[in-house]
């Protein structure tokens, strides 16, 4: 199991004031925090801090807390159903080790957390540049609790900061193919890349684009997540899609994976293909893994499952749609317009900025959007009735998406957030939404960094993914089946020889 941690800038802001004092005075706190269990991470997302009352700390170079003050917030832990963790910090920089008095703080406290709240204490040290180290205290044996480093710890607000693990950060052998790319922006950036792990939600034309970017510019890992199949009509726009592969109606992620082994420079790289939908409990375990998501699919239900998992589990989801309109009289081009954004707390979401119809939720949920008479009875001009595509509008929202992560990632000056950006392709003009935090009335700030209490549950069962599954069992089964009769026909062919 891999570990990290997770925090809102909001809730890191506030810490780094408390616990970085003038003149390298050290000083602590207690946070409560909540799990966000993946496919092989856990995380834990610290969600408030439970700041010291004066009497409640002693603060001599060196600070400690009284009995009182743990008490206090382990019960705070146990009404709020959360883990408790200890934050402090040191005057150096970069990620911290642990000194002998903080061993024993910690390590002194983790039975009394266990038993409270049923999950490990966690400890995080600040250092003086707002670098965060932290560790999981596990149980191994009765009474006996060792540490367990995180391999990084994550600030999600206005950008994404990371601190690595030491080994992890231990720079990367970087293969020659990336000397262009690490001359634009560093070794720093080009080892976040490389330690990183991206989804790519939806193995289609975007995606697909999307995909070879990330590998391109030497992301270590990247997961795919699409239960679809390879069609003729997807040729005019799926980047490495054959005709062959539409004819053994191949899954595109594995499509897409074979490719991207071909194209990666990491130099450790590693690509997942899953066939699942990110509304199944398994692609929604596998994409909490991720360190950001780029959401390429269009429809209500997975969109408003990537929108609850940047706000509730703390994962930038980068999302974009292409809106095509055709007069129908004439079939000639009205309109083309493409959208790029990044939804994470601090910045709106995709419910506030209309990316998908909240009604339309349940309504596929409930398998309607699957059934042609439904469909058939929307106005002409719903969306859902309009699925044109053109492979050039592609590249262009893919590359918005690209750039939207890069800001991200690179802040160049300091310029993490390019906001909402709308592109119009008749007017080739770029505008950005002028709304820039949630409605007052969204639900998705109050699931900030609940993680997996939050009070909703978005995954179920998906009729579509499960019969494109079963579907492509048969075919895999009646390949090989032919393939073994081929083969008893030559070998009997050989023999009559
Ligand atoms: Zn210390
Ligand atoms: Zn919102």
């Known amino acids: 199991m891999i570990y990290s941690v997770a925090l809102p800038s909001t809730v890191h802001k506030s810490a780094i004031n408390h616990l970085l004092r003038e003149g390298g005075q050290e000083d602590l706190c207690f946070a409560l925090w909540y799990s966000s269990s993946g496919k092989t991470r856990t995380t834990a997302l610290v969600q408030r801090l439970i700041l010291p009352l004066d009497e409640e700390r002693r603060v001599h170079g060196n600070a400690s807390f009284t009995a009182a003050y743990f008490e206090r917030a382990l019960g705070e832990a146990i009404r709020a159903k959360a883990?408790?963790?200890?934050?402090?910090?040191?005057?150096?920089r970069g990620w911290q080790g642990m000194s002998h008095d903080d061993i024993v703080a910690e390590q002194g406290h983790a039975a009394a957390v266990k038993a409270a709240t049923g999950l490990p204490f966690v400890g995080?040290?600040?250092g003086t540049d707002e670098a965060w180290s932290a560790r999981f205290w596990e149980k191994i044996a009765p009474r006996t609790y060792e540490c367990r480093w995180c391999d990084s710890v994550r600030v999600i607000g206005d950008k994404l900061a990371f601190t690595l693990h030491p080994d992890l950060a231990r720079l990367p052998v970087f293969r020659p193919?990336?000397?262009?790319?690490?001359?634009a922006w560093g070794v720093e950036i080009q080892s976040y890349l490389a330690n990183m792990t991206v989804g790519v939600v939806g193995a289609g034309s975007v995606g697909n684009i999307v995909a070879e970017a990330l590998a391109r510019m030497g992301v270590g890992h990247i997961r795919l997540l699409d239960f679809d199949r390879v069609e003729l009509l997807?040729?005019?726009?799926l980047l490495f899609a054959t005709k062959e592969d539409a004819l053994r109606k191949r899954p595109k992620v594995d499509v897409l994976a074979d490719a991207l082994r071909h194209s990666a420079t990491a130099g450790q790289f590693s690509v997942e293909p899953l066939e699942w939908s990110i509304v199944e409990e398994e692609g929604f375990r596998a994409a909490l893994d991720c360190d950001v998501l780029f959401s390429c699919v269009d429809r209500p239900l997975p969109r408003f499952v990537l929108n609850f998992i940047a706000y509730a589990h703390l994962i930038p989801v980068i999302d974009g749609g292409i809106r095509i309109r055709v007069n129908p009289k004439t079939t000639k081009l009205r309109h083309a317009d493409w959208r790029a954004h990044t939804v994470m707390p601090s910045r709106p979401c995709l419910e506030c900025l209309e990316q998908y119809d909240p009604g339309l939720v349940s309504v596929e949920r409930d398998g309607y959007l699957d059934d042609p008479s439904y469909i058939a009875g929307l106005?002409?001009?719903h969306s859902l009735k309009h699925n044109e595509n053109v492979f050039g509008f592609s590249l262009s929202v893919a590359s918005f998406e690209v750039l939207q992560f890069l800001s991200l990632i690179v802040a160049p000056s300091g310029l993490s957030n390019p906001g909402a950006q709308m592109y119009h392709f008749v007017t080739s003009t770029l505008d950005k939404d002028e709304l820039e935090e949630?409605?007052?009335t969204c639900l998705f700030p109050s699931y900030i960094a609940m993680g997996d209490a939050a009070p909703i549950k978005v995954t179920g069962r998906h009729a579509v993914a499960e019969n494109a599954r079963a579907e492509q069992r048969v075919t895999t089964a009646s390949q090989g089946w032919f393939v073994s009769l081929?083969?008893?026909?030559?070998s009997?062919?050989?023999k009559m020889k």
Do not use: Y
Request: glycine residues 2%.
């Open 83 to 92: 883990g408790l963790a200890f934050m402090h910090s040191h005057p150096a």
């Open 124 to 126: 995080l040290t600040a």
């Open 177 to 183: 193919e990336l000397e262009r790319t690490i001359s």
């Open 234 to 237: 997807n040729l005019d726009r």
């Open 379 to 381: 106005p002409e001009t």
């Open 438 to 440: 949630c409605k007052p």
């Open 486 to 490: 081929w083969k008893w026909v030559c």
């Open 492 to 494: 009997l062919v050989q």
